[in-house]
């Protein structure tokens, strides 16, 4: 194609409005432009690119018996009464009524209508199992929509259910679809890894989320440099320390009460005792269903109060305030668990099952307790998981060492159960002519998001660096002039050559100066670049420049075509 006729309005500064590097990039390269907040036109680039990850989607998925249908995106509000998300889903979800007063709402997601569409017409276990996808706009009413098709309001999903026999069923659509997802995003060019997640308010009770891994992502991850286990750092588990409960405290010396004044905070402990943070006990008191708790994790690490709720098994809890600790005893910033002043539930973190001795809360104003043994001076009620993993952890699963990365969601898979089948009466008769629920799951890719995403791992100062698979065209002909005789014919020629061999080549006619055609060629991120030259041709050779690495060779002219294609491999 040539570039004179591409319609790829490109801007010479960067939006105001744009924050993170994919929405900058695809703004300033003319991929997309914005009509509303959270909803954009994709420009032709931006659909050449998305052409080619949703072809990358369909291909896996179709090897792995999904099939495609296309969903409506009105939906009646009747399906998502009853499984009860019409209140659920609250000011997130677009609603409209007809002129008959019906009330329908633009799709958020498609498990509903998806389900009455099965509930209705499969019957037999003989039907089983049935996969089912679309590629589609998907609709929701972000409060505050950023970061371009990070976060939009009206967004492209691949959307695909599963409906199995039973959980044994489930469990292999399950793998299949981990093992097409781990294909997709390999093939796209892109370097992800599947996380253990958390199932948040879809239901259901196994998750896996693949990460995008970027510097800019917004999800903190941790992974094991040793094993495959990886998850998001909320979820993560945590093992007791390696010699847990050993106690080597005989000789310690023993408790001593030192003056704090003013330090209420760990750092202001630690920094007037002059001690690690990790040698001092974090003290937190928690109001659980109308009882004080006190939880305990080392100074240097950080509670997770999702883990708390999975060990007291209610969420229902607060930080205790100030207000409901008068005429308590409990002193705020001096908390601890020796003498406490009414008897209290302690709870205690794994890590505080080794190490010390530890400085702690003396329950008494201006003072803490130094030389405090875990076991020898207090004991707590449990030890449980109860911090946030971070780099340097051991593995939950090997022991190994977890290291840390950010990474932005572009898909996930869901085991949903019976959660919608039960609700919308999704039945099959068993062999036995038996009745039984349908098992789903549900598994989703966020095309867009994928395209943001690939430009966050794959970007530089100059513009987008495009894998070859994903890129918009595979190789830009820059002639410095076009209308020189000489230089068009070369450029011409290699075009046709390289458009036979099945390359997307797109060739800079425009009367420009060649540090403008270069400039814009980094911009846009097409992978390789042929630069014709009056030198070049005067020597008797073309440049070709990879974006990535910025690498130049010198191409002689007679076996351009050839050496290109062996450099650029197959598309
Ligand atoms: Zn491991």
Not at 169 to 185: Q, V
Not at 236 to 248: D, F, I, K, R, V
Not at 339 to 357: H, S, T
Request: proline share 5%; net charge negative.
């Amino acid at each position: 194609m040539l570039m004179s006729q591409v319609f790829a309005p490109t801007l010479r500064e960067t939006p105001k409005e744009a924050e993170i590097p994919s929405h900058q990039l695809m703004l300033r390269a003319g991929f997309i432009r914005k009509n509303a907040g959270g909803i954009y036109t994709y420009l032709p680039l931006a659909v050449r690119v998305l052409q080619k990850i949703e072809r990358i989607i369909r291909e896996e998925l179709e090897a792995r018996g999904c099939q495609e249908l296309l969903l409506p995106i009105i939906q009646p509000a009747e399906l998502w009464q009853q499984t009860g998300r019409w209140d659920v889903y609250g000011e997130e979800m677009f609603r409209l009524t007809d002129r008959h007063g019906r009330q329908f709402c633009l799709g958020p997601t498609h498990e509903e209508i998806i389900t009455a569409l099965v509930a209705a017409e499969v019957n037999s276990y003989r039907q089983l199992p049935l996969r089912l996808y679309q590629i589609q706009n998907k609709y929701r009413d972000e409060i505050r929509p950023r970061f371009g098709l990070m976060r939009g309001r009206e967004f492209i999903m691949k959307d695909c259910y599963s409906f199995d026999r039973d959980q044994a069923g489930l469990d292999e659509s399950y793998r299949l679809m981990y093992e097409a997802y781990t294909a997709i995003f390999n093939r796209c060019g892109l370097t992800t890894r599947p996380v253990e997640a958390d199932p948040g308010a879809i239901g259901g009770n196994a998750t896996h989320e693949f990460m995008v891994i970027a510097d800019t992502g917004e999800a903190a991850i941790v992974y094991c440099t040793e094993c495959d286990y990886a998850a998001n750092v909320e979820k993560a588990e945590l093992l007791p320390p390696a010699g847990a409960g050993e106690s080597s405290s005989v000789d310690l010396p023993v408790v001593e009460e030192v003056y704090t004044p003013d330090c209420k905070t760990i750092k202001e402990v630690a920094d007037y005792l002059q001690l690690p943070e990790s040698e001092t006990i974090k003290t937190l008191l928690y109001e659980v269903e109308g009882e004080f708790v006190m939880v305990l994790v080392r100074g240097d690490h950080t509670l997770n109060e999702y883990k708390l709720a999975a060990h007291l098994g209610t969420s229902t809890f607060r930080l205790a305030e100030d207000d409901s600790l008068v005429g308590t005893g409990f002193v705020t910033g001096f908390l601890g668990p020796i003498n406490p002043p009414a008897k209290i539930r302690v709870i205690a973190d794994y890590a505080l099952q080794a190490g010390g001795p530890y400085v702690v809360g003396a329950n008494k104003a201006d003072y803490h307790l130094r030389n405090v043994v875990v076991g020898r001076d207090f004991t707590a009620d449990a030890f449980a998981d109860l911090r946030q993993a971070e780099p340097g952890d051991s593995c939950p699963r090997c022991r190994g060492r977890l290291a840390g990365a950010r990474g932005i969601e572009v898909g996930q898979v869901f085991k949903l159960g019976t959660k919608y089948s039960k609700a919308l009466n999704a039945t099959y008769l068993d062999e036995n002519g038996v009745a039984r629920e349908i098992v789903m799951g549900c598994y989703g890719i966020g095309v867009g998001r994928t395209m943001a995403a690939a430009i966050e791992q794959n970007h530089d100062e100059d513009g987008i660096i495009w894998p070859l698979p994903i890129a918009p065209f595979h190789v830009i002909i820059v002639p410095v002039a076009y209308t020189d005789p000489a230089q068009k014919e070369l450029a011409d020629k290699l075009y046709a050559e390289l458009t036979e061999l099945g390359y997307e080549v797109l060739l800079d006619d425009r009367d420009e100066r060649p540090g403008v055609k270069f400039k814009d060629a980094d911009l846009i991120g097409i992978p390789y670049r042929i630069t014709i030259g009056p030198k070049g041709i005067q020597n008797g050779f073309v440049e070709l420049v990879t974006r990535r690495t910025r690498s130049k060779i010198e191409i002689p002219l007679e076996e351009a075509t050839s050496k290109i294609r062996s450099i650029i491999g197959s598309v």
